[in-house]
């Protein structure tokens, strides 16, 4: 099974691209035996999706993006991708990646606040579940090979141990981590199936230019724009609980890195290590504005109380860690929202 898998990974490789495949097999490109490659981006007019839209069209891949454009916006969409506006609950997004034959699937689109999870939980598990299966099959179908943006805050909940490794039992809490850990385990038993390789990439608080400023999670950026339009910042409760809070350049690299990895299955923390709490996030914004906002203190919410994840596996496996400390990151964001907005 695996071996027939391997050898329709490569045809459908070499049929899709037009490139002849590197000579050590359908994945684990290096900057040596870089070759260009079809790949699809679902949710790739949103914050994350675009930028690893930006990449991939930066090394000369051809990248089609999917998206509803429920969240995402179209001048995000790098002009060398075709956006295609579907949904990828519609089996016309399955269609598509099933013609379009792409060597990777990077699946970013989702419902994904968590605060609608739990109003809406048959609505999160028909986007989440049922439209990332969709994305699944058929990437399956293509030969493709999958990388899965998963969450690690909302993985583990609460846990003694901090960094939180990859062995800590997933005891998600949220409907959304749910479905986030569900579709982990229908790629791994896709994998055992033979029918697909993937890495999972289990995200931090990922900040950075684009992100949305309007929804009800993404402090950063609601910070930075609350600053930049006079308006008084709301910390929730005293501020105290804590993130791994990670650059967006970092997690393109991850996603670059899991592409090029000879890994065949994997799931990985894509995070800092590191926490930080809400309000030396705010002190580092005000002083990258050179802002005199005050806070004000919110009702706190019933949320996670401290999140840090440990991504050793990712450095020993994809040779990957992050590399933007926070002052750093959000020095660059703020200044992106000022010039932005
Ligand atoms: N931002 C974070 O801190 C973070 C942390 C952990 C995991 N993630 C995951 O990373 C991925 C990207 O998140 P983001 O922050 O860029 O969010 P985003 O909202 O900016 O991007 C998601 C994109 O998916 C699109 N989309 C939503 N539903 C869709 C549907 N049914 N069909 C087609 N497209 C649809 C939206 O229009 C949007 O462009 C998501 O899967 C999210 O769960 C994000």
């Not at 910070?223 to 709301?234: K, N, Q, S």
């Not at 923390?269 to 930080?276: D, M, W, Y």
């Amino acid at each position: 099974m695996r071996h027939l898998h391997v050898e329709r990974c490569a045809a459908a490789r070499e049929w899709s691209s037009g490139f002849r495949p590197a000579p050590r097999g359908p994945i684990g490109r290096t900057a040596l035996d870089f070759i260009p490659v079809r790949v699809v981006v679902t949710g790739g007019a949103g914050f994350i999706g675009s930028h690893i839209v930006d990449a991939l069209v930066a090394r000369g891949d051809e990248v089609a993006v999917i998206d509803d454009m429920s969240g995402g916006r179209e001048e995000n969409v790098n002009p060398g991708a075709t956006l295609h506006r579907l949904d990828i609950v519609d089996p016309a997004a399955a269609d598509l990646i099933r013609s379009f034959k792409p060597a990777a699937v990077f699946h970013e689109a989702a419902q994904m606040s968590v605060a609608r999870s739990v109003r809406e939980p048959i609505f999160d598990a028909k986007v989440n579940v049922l439209g990332g299966l969709n994305v699944v099959e058929a990437a399956a179908d293509a030969g493709a090979r999958f990388v899965f943006a998963s969450t690690g805050g909302a993985m583990y909940g609460d846990v003694d141990i901090l960094p939180t490794p990859e062995t800590c039992r997933p005891w998600p809490v949220s409907p959304y981590g749910v479905a986030k850990l569900a579709l982990e385990h229908y790629l791994h038993s896709f994998h055992v199936q033979g029918r697909i390789d993937y890495i999972s990439l289990r995200y931090a608080n990922v900040y950075g230019p684009r992100q949305n400023p309007h929804g009800e999670a993404g402090v950063v950026a609601i910070f930075a724009l609350a600053m930049l339009e006079g308006r008084t910042p709301v910390i929730n409760g005293d501020g105290r609980q804590t993130r791994d809070y990670i650059d967006v350049s970092d997690v393109v690299a991850a996603n670059l890195a899991a592409l090029d990895s000879k890994e065949r299955e994997g799931v990985f923390n894509i995070g800092t290590g590191r926490q930080a709490d809400v309000l030396t996030v705010f002190d580092v914004l005000r002083r990258s504005l050179g802002s005199k906002a005050e806070a004000e203190h919110g009702p706190a919410r019933p949320e996670q109380r401290t999140s840090a994840l440990d991504s050793t596996l990712a450095a020993e496996k994809l040779g990957w860690s992050a590399r933007v400390d926070l002052e750093t990151g959000l020095a660059a964001t703020a200044t992106w929202f000022r010039d932005h907005r």
